[in-house]
């Protein structure tokens, strides 16, 4: 220990550098650990959590459904002897304090039993009785963090009435701050009873309600899905037609947080942090061999006196296992300081909160990724060098070792190893950003330039029924019509800017329907008659909604140039007429226009245009909308002037112009792309590096080759060509083994962009030219010094 130590502090410039790069290769692979465990394998905090189960709908078309009231209510009845089931679905409501402005909620209405499944205890209060589970019961449940914000965290809360939805509404609890969980219940700021109406439990349309359950401790969880199987197999003449064929499927709670892709993620960022830090190693390895040929004829003298193999070993081992000790503690700084990063770029670019806290999960991986890479490094040079031919190096004298030929192998091998690992990072990068010029390249039908947009949601207290709803609609179009600029006004129940909201199946009529559960389903948005000329999306048959497509009259819809392509081939759609709902409450509807294939402005597309159906808002209106106003200049603040001169209670919502909403769809591939290209950068800059310092130790090692070359005629050329000649070699086996793996990079990365090829010819040869440009750039440097070698004095030092 006290030998490895010395030899250490012997070579201060060796050590910092060593220990700065290894903290740098740990800090970042331990910032992605944190995003893995944040993503996947913090534990949910409630008691017995392995019996925990979401239950999801399956469909051919999703694997991953919600319900309809009544099927949950159903099998919450078939299934009550082995599970406990509660439901919950997303809601809004809205706030008002005194002295406040108006905000909106995001909320979790849930039905009796939610809270005792989980094993949850309030902070304060308690939680809802099953008596509170039905409609006319005001009570809320606060999270921890709309306690704190809202209410400051007093402690009297509880029993205090609150205005929600402008009506009073008594606190009964606050959940703990642990409750709290994005990627399993969203942002959730309060909780109100599900308290279902008769309209709700009868609407089977409807599949927004989602089940979460809890079985019975002597079942496994392939047992519970058995069981669920046969239990809605026989439940199947009770639901819709289109839904007969649907299955179920219990996964278990903390698996259900991961959104599909989101482990692929997340490894696939590991595994090119992991590249960096393999480079490092590269270098260190190097380094290392390069130090243990300098204490060669240490070595020999102290196998001479009787050392063992062994005893030459281990202080060399102990040198790399406290450089990447050391590495690894400062690389835990390096990991709180990319975690605070990564945090405060998704604080600025979402709406979401990660916290990319340092537990003891972290910290184990990093002492455990420390500890390999030093033994990485460390074990090969230290092993190699430890090979001594003690009667040929003391015979040697002063002169310096320049190693066997499996020292030259093994250092040529990390240098191909490095260039390699550089060309996978920057084939990476260039997929990601080729994918991102795709996807901003691609027209999504429809035009966000100029448009300001927010959403609104409309008190059901005091906007109960339709015509209430579309006054207020049409009294704040005609307002912000008004308004200097303004070129027109649209109003739907959703932008093509965020996920869209309902889907429903429908069926061709006149026509043999499908399969039960190949109905074609469609996602729907209902609009006002302008909506298409605000956003510019192009009809491209029939007409346009007008004002006669009022409530009661009769059914129209438009739908997008996919579905009219999919269901009417070579027929013309309009006048066709489609149908939807239940079996024994089916609507008709009249096909009135084709519009252009709309896409979400800022996200990536599937790989198929989905199908759209856009319906009058006049006949079916919501009390949550999203409002659009084409101007030449962005109106945030007249929007939000017009909406509460109406009324000042209503909440304006994601003001904005809606090309700044459109780049937030994007933030979170722009952050991906900003990490892949600091690794690729890095990596690339490591591995030059690494090849800078072998070129020249060849140099070095060769000078008097050198020297008699150019005695003998050589030229600078030809000194040139040789040394440069010997770093290509690499940098090209390098680039070949690295092509092998940019390849499954390519095939990888191509499934989250649509248009996106397989294997892209463009970036793979672009990619490697780089990577043997900057190969040439590191090894000129040590090749350039070598063309100035004086023969004589080469010579005279020989």
Known sequence: MRLALRQ??????????????????????????????????????????????????????????????QSFLDLRRETAAFLKLAAYRQWGYTLTQPGRSPENLNALRVSAGFFEILGLQPELGRVFTPEEDHAGNHVVILSYAAWMAQFGGDPGIVGQTVSIDSEPTTVVGVLPEKFASLFLWGPSDVFRPLALSEQEKADRADTSVQVLGRFDQGLTLAQLNTRLAAIYANLADSRPREQSKDGLRAVDLQSSTMQPGTDVATLMLLGLAGFVLLIVCGNLANLQMARALSRTREFAVRAALGASRSHLLRPLLLESTMLALAGGALGVLVTVWGNAWISSQIAQNLPIHFDLTIDWRVLVFASGLSLLTGMFFGLAPAWLSSRVDVNDTLKSGGRAATGDRSQHRFRDALIVLQFAAALILLSATGFFMRGMQTLLARDPGWTPAGLTHCVINLPAARYATPQQVLGFYDNLEQRLRALPGVENVGIGWTAPLYQLLATRTFLVEGREPPAPGREPRAFVNAVSPTYLETLRIQLQAGRQFSATDALGAPRVVMINEAMARALFPGENPIG?????????????????????????????????????????????????????????????????????????TIPVQLLNTADELAKTGTRALELITTIFFGFSLLGLFLAALGLYGVIMRLVVQRTPEIGVRMALGAQWRDILTLIMGTGFRLAAIGAGVGLLGSVAMSLLLSAMFAGQPNIDFVILPVTTAVLVIVALIASYLPARRATKVDPIEALRAE
């Not at 469909?59 to 309809?68: K, V």
């Open 8 to 69: 250490l502090f012997k070579s201060p410039g060796y050590t910092a550098v060593a220990v700065i790069t290894l903290a740098l290769g740990i800090g970042l692979n331990t910032s992605m650990f944190s995003l893995m465990n944040l993503l996947i394998l913090r534990p949910l905090p409630y008691p017995a959590k392995e019996q925990l189960v979401r239950i999801f709908r399956t469909t051919p078309q999703d694997a991953r459904g919600n319900h309809n009231v």
């Open 576 to 648: 066709r007429h489609l149908s939807t709902g239940d079996a024994g409450n089916r609507a008709s509807a009249e096909i009135v226009g084709v519009f252009h294939d709309v896409g979400m402005a800022g996200n990536p597309a599937p790989a198929t245009t989905p199908f759209q159906v856009f319906q009058p808002l006049a006949q079916e209106p919501w009390n949550y909308v999203t409002v659009l106003v084409r101007a030449p200049h962005p109106v945030t603040e007249p929007l939000r002037q017009a909406v509460q001169a109406l009324d000042p």
